[in-house]
């Protein structure tokens, strides 16, 4: 009988130190976030599984970074986006036929060419321009972005809610950053 109860103590043990690390490293380091939207279409897919790296700090942000954000004027948890982060504080950015121009302070604009920008290019030339009825989300006016703030776009730039509708998204609102 102690025997069958030194076991049960152990398996209680491991259980228990099993579902604490697990807590804390979904809280704290790593954490799978599901995606329910088709928001970031075409990098990812309604129905995917991704993985957010909680601890991060703000120079491992880069230009073209997925990053998970919490709606900044509701602020709670239930909002949460994948977002791509286009432009850091100074930068301006501008939308034109569908091509994204960023121009740092005292430098000329530049078209954003990277590769996964043309991914998603090509993704939306699926829908013609002409299409497109004026001042529709393919258009944006210089915005330039102030300081503590981040200018992120979704993938899927037709359907979804972004900075060009919610402004720029603090620094804080960012939990953390795609893992690729």
């Not at 880069?62 to 949460?80: A, D, M, T």
């Not at 299409?131 to 037709?158: C, M, Q, W, Y």
């Amino acid at each position: 009988m102690r025997f069958i109860l030194k076991i049960l103590f152990i398996l209680f043990i491991s259980l228990s130190l099993s579902f604490v690390f697990r807590f804390l490293i979904h809280s704290y380091i790593i954490a799978p976030f599901y995606i329910s939207q088709n928001d970031m279409e075409p990098s990812l897919f309604q129905g995917d599984i991704i993985y957010i790296w909680r601890y991060f700090s703000q120079d491992k942000l880069k230009r073209g970074s997925l990053v998970l954000v919490r709606h900044p004027k509701h602020g709670g948890s239930k909002y949460k986006y994948i977002r791509r982060l286009i432009a850091f504080p100074g930068e301006t950015v501008s939308i034109s036929e569908r091509k994204i121009y960023i121009q740092k302070e005292g430098k000329n604009k530049k078209v954003l060419n990277a590769a996964w920008e043309k991914k998603v290019q090509k993704y939306h030339h699926l829908i013609p321009i002409s299409k497109i009825k004026p001042g529709h989300r393919d258009f944006l006016s210089p915005v330039t972005v102030p300081e503590g703030k981040v200018f992120l776009l979704a993938d899927n730039r037709i359907q979804a809610i972004d900075s060009r509708l919610l402004e720029n998204f603090p620094y804080d609102s960012i939990i953390g950053i795609v893992s690729q």
